[in-house]
RNA sequence: GCCAAUAUAGCUCAGUUGGUAGAGCAGCGGUUUCGUAAACCGCAGGUCAAGGGUUCGAGUCCCUUUAUUGGCUCCA
């Protein structure tokens, strides 16, 4: 049998389980192994091998492992709680980004306490380092295996599978469950476990059915690898935006309003500087900026089908016995206005942008700091065209997604979704539409996954995602295709023939919302805004009160050039003045005693904390106007 | 909305088995004029989220409501 490896070809003798041949290898290795990769897919280290293959063995450098290992941590967790509560009933546990969980079904809700004790638990079993043991079993009885142990979650489960699946359970200890593997090869190997929290979960995810009591955790390889991953998270915290709105006095949401943020000076500075960049480039890339109303009439909504399809998350209120609505969205508003006059061919495509103030009533448990908030102004445009302009527009719009999106430096994920159930228009329409949203990104050469019926029910869309401090991802930038708002208000062009024909109409939004945007950018700089965006650009600090009228000098000739700039008088030492600029993140403190004062140069500081050193006003200008002009990252 | 936890000064947090509410920072008043992340002294600041209950007595125990946090669902 010859044996494949990563790094070239070796011999084995015939039935030697991947386990063996680590153990045969591990000098080499170094590493301890986790599990193999066999042919391309992954398995267990103890499963012999008696057949010519390409063998990877796996440590838990490799993410495959880690998910392996995470796995097998979320089956000691369901031993644990099984043998703690033998009437908990078990639906399903796998690994996921950072971690793992299991979802149970138990009568009284888990509680911190009993936390603890599953961890206690779980330790006592990977000192007992069981094997894991596979098996199979026909459909029938697999189906009656778990029934005996009333399992009627897995029952489902298997119920559900396709008739000729494999159905492989996994046994550790007393411990069996319906798996698809792979597995560590003991429980011994799962050394460095935390369970992090407790949560309901619908089963299935859906608010149908029953909620079952979630147990996340993590675990890796070592106890200095957890240690340093728990680390992360707590400093990961300090980056959060919500809690720099407040220390750097830029925005926050108070009690008084759940999911209506406030934006304090500093953080509306950051907002008008977002603004003005956006207009800028809309107008560059061909747009037209339009306002609609916040409110308009029920009469409007039954039209756009919101009042029937939208009414829970909707602000109404009655005026003179006529019912209006806040709007949660744009697009009624710039169908208005593009039905103020005839269009013709050659006036499309129609781009008109609006930076939309919406309302929508969303869950009372959703909200997110600025993430989630019930009233955010979205970068809205809406382009209406020809069905042949569709695949170049949108690669118009990606690019200029993309392009801001670079501005700042953030890396984001792009996600096809596509044709869901409760979809309208024909299958052409659709395969038209998806074709033009695929095509462009396939042109584009964009790496994208695909969100098989995610699409909202009017069209299929490309979603962007952009990921916080924490690793959770947020939708920003969306392209949306819709077929049903131009038939609802009967949206027409002239096309070449003379006829009228129905426009193709897309939503499009860049930052998404404003105030996701900022949460994002927030936390992406962890406050350190670049210094085009900076609230506070410079911040002069005087060593004495001498200093004063030279530095009140400075910060009248950086002000007169478009510099923001702070100035501190205070009668402090020079360390508790840098110490505080610092702490509120301000790129630039210039420092002025005596020695400055003399020779007419200010002595720079960065926030990073190096000194400059000192230069003349007008040299300093020169470069923070160098570096706002080029929107430096720094 | 659902599951769980939490709510004490502007901020971060103490507050023991129920017995008159505390610290640091920030603020204000002084002293200090100082060289790159916290000078010193003093003062003031709270209907303990709101409402109800138990008790001689509630920040502390119970109930309701509101908000927040972590998830689920939903979504920009």
């Given amino acids: 049998m010859i044996i494949t490896l990563k790094d070239g070809k070796r011999e084995f003798a015939n039935g030697l389980s991947a386990l063996d041949i680590a153990g045969q290898l591990s000098q080499e290795l170094k590493k301890q192994a986790i599990c193999a990769r066999v042919d391309g897919a992954i398995t267990e280290l103890w499963k012999p091998i008696d057949h010519d293959c390409a063998l990877e063995i796996l440590t838990f450098e490799d993410d495959e492992a880690k998910r392996v290992l995470r796995h097998t941590a ?4 369901a031993q644990a709680v099984k043998k703690l509560k033998p009437n908990a009933k078990l639906a399903i546990g796998p690994a996921i980004e950072n971690g793992f969980y299991y979802d149970f079904d138990v009568d009284e809700p888990f509680t911190p306490d009993f936390l603890v004790d599953v961890e206690k638990e779980m330790a006592r079993i990977v000192i ?23 399992e009627p979650y897995k029952v489902q489960l298997i119920e559900d599978l396709p008739e000729d699946a494999p159905l492989s359970f996994y046994k550790q200890g007393d411990f069996t469950d319906l798996c698809a593997g792979p597995h560590l090869p003991s429980t011994g190997k799962v050394k ?16 149908k059915n029953k909620m079952l009591q979630r147990i996340y955790g993590t675990a890796f390889a070592d106890k200095a690898e957890l240690d ?25 949401i108070r009690d008084e309003g759940p999911g209506f943020p406030f934006f304090y000076p500093k953080g509306m500075v950051l907002r008008n500087l977002l603004e003005d960049y956006w207009r800028q480039i809309h107008h560059e890339a061909g747009y037209e900026e339009i306002k609609t109303p916040i409110m308009l009439n029920r009469a ?26 806040i709007k949660p969205m744009n697009c009624p508003g710039g169908i208005l206005v593009y039905q103020r006059k005839l269009w013709s061919y050659r006036d499309l495509p129609c781009r008109s942008g609006e930076l939309g103030l919406v309302h929508r009533h969303e869950l009372s448990g959703a909200l997110h700091g600025l993430m989630r908030v019930r009233c955010f102004t979205q ?80 069209g299929p869309k490309i979603d962007f995602h952009l990921e916080d401090s924490l690793g959770r991802t947020w939708q920003c930038g969306t392209i949306q295709l819709d077929m049903n708002l131009p038939e609802r208000f009967d949206l027409t062009y002239t096309g070449p023939d003379g006829e009228k024909h129905r426009p193709v109409m897309i939503h499009r939004v860049v930052l998404g919302s404003i105030e996701r945007f900022i949460g994002i950018l927030t936390e992406h700089f ?17 060593i004495t009160d001498r200093c004063d009228e030279m530095a009140k000098a400075v910060r009248a000739k950086l002000e007169a050039a478009g510099i923001r700039t702070e100035l501190d008088l205070r009668n402090e030492k020079i360390g508790f003045k840098v110490r505080e600029a610092q702490m509120m993140k301000i790129p630039y403190m210039l420092v002025l005693g005596d020695k400055e ?37 720094q």
């Fill in 74 to 77: 979320s089956h000691v967790l």
């Fill in 128 to 150: 007992k380092n069981d094997r894991f043991e596979g098996f199979e079993l026909p459909r029938a009885e697999a189906i009656q295996f778990m029934q005996e142990r009333n």
């Fill in 192 to 207: 460095a476990f935390k369970l992090t929290s407790i949560a309901g979960a619908y089963w299935r995810g859906s608010e």
């Fill in 228 to 252: 340093a991953y728990l680390q992360r998270i707590e400093e990961a915290k300090k980056r959060d935006h919500r809690r720099l709105g407040r220390e750097l006095d830029l925005f926050d």
């Fill in 300 to 325: 409007l909504w039954e039209r756009s089908g919101h009042w029937d399809h939208y009414k829970d998350n909707m602000y109404t209120t009655k005026i003179d016995d006529m019912d209006f609505a």
């Fill in 379 to 458: 970068d809205d445009a809406h382009i209406f065209m020809t069905p042949e302009q569709i695949r170049d527009e949108i690669k118009g719009v990606y690019r200029l997604i993309d392009k801001v999106y670079q501005t700042f430096g953030f890396p984001y994920k792009v996600e096809l979704s596509t044709r869901p159930e409760n979809a309208i228009g024909t299958d052409e329409m659709w395969a038209l539409a998806t074709e033009g949203l695929q095509g462009a990104l396939d042109d584009l050469a964009v790496p994208y996954t695909i969100n098989e019926g995610d699409g909202a029910f009017y």
């Fill in 526 to 542: 962890a406050g350190a805004f670049p210094l085009w965006l900076a609230p506070v650009q410079v911040k002069v600090l005087t």
């Fill in 597 to 633: 004062v003399e020779d007419q140069v200010v002595n720079v500081r960065t926030r990073k904390g190096d000194t400059i050193g000192t230069m003349n006003v007008d040299a300093l200008l020169e470069m923070l106007k160098q570096q706002i002009a080029t929107k430096a990252l």
